[in-house]
Nanobody, 115 residues
Framework: QVHLVESGGGLVQAGGSLRLSCAAS????????MNWYRQAPGKQRELVAA???????NYADSAKGRFTISRDNAKNTVYLQMNSLKPEDTAVYFC?????????WGQGTQVTVSS
């Protein structure tokens, strides 16, 4: 069964960096599109970054130039490197895998950026 576990969140000051990890089981990340979403209180869940099986990446406009999605195929893990963090990046960040229009989610990891 698909299982996604996020880690790496925490409290950082504006301008700081975090690297989030998504350890996957039940799927092979290298042959699937993997996504990072985030959700702030009172807001819709938002796609932040995606990487497909060919290594092509997409980013939300708010993340471009600051965030980088990558994967380690040997570890079957997806990463989100977040630099130059802003208070508006504060949210719960979720790893996501979609198959046949069904979404699989991790439990989420909290990122809080203080001003």
């Amino acid at each position: 069964q698909v299982h996604l576990v996020e880690s790496g969140g925490g409290l950082v000051q504006a301008g700081g960096s975090l690297r989030l990890s998504c350890a996957a089981s039940g799927i092979i990340v290298s042959i699937n599109t993997m996504n990072w979403y985030r959700q702030a209180p009172g807001k819709q869940r938002e796609l932040v970054a995606a990487i497909n099986s060919g290594g092509f990446t997409n980013y939300a406009d708010s993340a471009k130039g600051r965030f980088t999605i990558s994967r380690d195929n040997a570890k079957n893990t997806v990463y989100l490197q977040m630099n130059s963090l802003k208070p508006e990046d504060t949210a719960v960040y979720f790893c996501n895998f979609r198959r046949s229009y069904y979404d699989y989610w991790g439990q989420g990891t909290q990122v809080t950026v203080s001003s």
